[in-house]
């Protein structure tokens, strides 16, 4: 069964960095899409970024603009969000994701990590 599994996780004080890893196993997604959502407390799933399968082509929420970086090594099966000055508006559950295209919205993504928390003090 093809899982993936974030991690990078933690507490970290607004203005610091934090780079999240979500990791595939079982499955190669050399061809896939992948992407990072968020879910703050009380709010719905949001999309944060996403890349194509070369890594050439990426995509970002207006929020994270400037901030977030997607990126990922396919001869590892792993993507990666570089986020830096982070915000308190930033905590949330991200949660990594793997699909056919690059895309904004959550439906084309067949695969999702279980989520890790990322808290950002102010």
């Known amino acids: 069964q093809v899982q993936l599994v974030e991690s990078g996780g933690g507490l970290v004080q607004a203005g610091g960095s934090l780079r999240l890893s979500c990791a595939a196993s079982d499955r190669t ?6 992407a990072w959502f968020r879910q703050a ?11 194509n399968w070369k890594g050439d082509s990426t995509y970002y929420s207006d929020s994270v603009k400037g901030r977030f970086t997607i990126s990922r090594d396919n001869a590892k099966n792993t993507v990666y969000l570089q986020r830096n000055s982070l915000k ?6 991200y ?10 919205r959550m439906s084309p993504y067949n695969y999702w990590g279980q989520g890790t928390q990322v ?3 102010s």
Do not use: L, Q, W
């Open 88 to 93: 308190p508006e930033d905590t949330a559950v």
């Open 29 to 34: 997604f050399g061809n896939d899409a992948m």
């Open 95 to 104: 949660y990594c994701a793997v699909g056919p295209i690059m895309t904004r």
């Open 119 to 121: 808290t950002v003090s």
């Open 41 to 51: 407390p009380e709010k719905e799933r949001e999309f944060v970024a996403a890349g």
